[in-house]
């Protein structure tokens, strides 16, 4: 009998610490409500945190190979673009078409521009943070993005 004494004593001590940690849980969680209006739990806060922490490192590759693609897009228009304009500059002067300076043709102008200003845009915004010698526009734009966020 007295092992079963130790054994309904100790039963009886795990069942009151429940009910105490259940108290516990329930006035904790009624003041976080008090204090914390509209459900925003610390901890869950806490918890929410970690998991955009763990998400990411994966969002910063996907941002790679997405600036690399882009670049790569930009690299094959430019130089497929200025090959044309070339091609075709060379057969307006063959057939005594004269040939329109690039300063006078709009079209190249503002194709230009746009490169040049979307290049100085995230130049500008990544300066501080270059590595010298990195004139890499990927690595530019994902830190201005990052940077920005």
């Given at each position: 009998m ?79 673009l200025?090959g ?66």
């Amino acid at each position: 009998m007295e092992h079963n004494q130790a054994v309904d004593g100790l039963l009886n001590l795990f069942s009151t610490a429940n009910r105490d940690l259940s108290t516990i849980h329930h006035k904790l969680h009624k003041e976080f409500q008090q204090v914390y209006p509209d459900h925003a739990n610390p901890m869950k806060l806490v918890s929410r945190l970690k998991k955009i922490e763990e998400e990411m490192s994966s969002l910063k590759d996907q941002c790679r190979e997405l600036l690399a693609a882009k670049q790569d897009l930009i690299d094959k228009a430019r130089t497929l673009l200025v090959g044309n304009r070339t091609q075709l500059q060379k057969f307006q002067a063959s057939t005594g078409v004269p040939v329109m300076r690039d300063a006078d043709d709009p079209a190249y102008v503002s194709f230009n521009q746009i490169i040049d200003e979307w290049a100085t845009q995230v130049k500008s915004k990544t300066e501080d943070e270059e590595e010298p010698g990195s004139n890499d526009i990927n690595q530019m734009l994902f830190s201005a993005i990052v940077q920005s966020n």
